[in-house]
């Protein structure tokens, strides 16, 4: 089997890429094409509007998060470990700012918002599930909100965070999810 991406999957990178690079606003069918080296109507033969390119965006990433929290969760079961500190190490990873999967959320917020409703329902049962599993329920929700946050100022290029020793926040976040299972 091949690693070469899909001609889905090029096009999706590509979008994420011009919201990064020009924000979200210039994400367009023919800006796409063009940084995906297809024409407009290869995009429009996967996608037939900016609508449905949008949604493809949300659904990649909510895919993609999910994949992450179970894998995360695989990885703590076969360690003997409760999952809910791999799982907020592994979603810090995408609070990165080089990570595109917030330009999803940063396209469709501003051009679709309703598109993030059923993300934000998928999302949300995870990260409930997961609190609900935790000796002190409340104290996971304050920790996957306080995620939420990280990731938000991150997408949003709060200057608060630019200013912040953010590793040192990622691991103190880490450390008192560990803490809760002692």
Do not use: C, W
């Not at 990064?20 to 024409?39: F, K, L, Q, W, Y």
């Amino acid at each position: 089997m091949s690693d070469k991406p899909t001609t889905k999957d090029t096009i999706l990178d590509a979008a994420e890429t011009v919201v990064a690079r020009d924000g979200s606003r210039h994400m367009t069918i023919e800006a796409v094409a063009a940084e995906a080296n297809i024409s407009k109507g290869g995009v429009l033969y996967h996608y037939p509007n900016k609508m449905a390119l949008l949604q493809a965006m949300v659904t990649r990433m909510v895919t993609a998060v999910r994949d992450d929290i179970h894998r995360a969760e695989r990885e703590a079961e076969a360690a003997g470990e409760p999952a809910l500190p791999r799982v907020i190490s592994a979603l810090l990873l995408r609070a990165d700012p080089q990570e595109p999967i917030g330009n999803a959320v940063l396209a469709a917020a501003a051009e679709q918002p309703q598109l993030l409703d059923a993300a934000g329902d998928i999302l949300a049962e995870e990260f409930r599930r997961l609190s609900d599993m935790a000796p002190d329920p409340i104290l996971g929700q304050i920790i996957f909100l306080a995620l939420d946050g990280i990731k938000l100022s991150t997408i949003l290029g709060l200057s608060h965070i630019k200013h912040t020793n953010i590793q040192a926040v990622n691991e103190r976040l880490v450390s008192m999810t560990r803490e809760m299972f002692e």
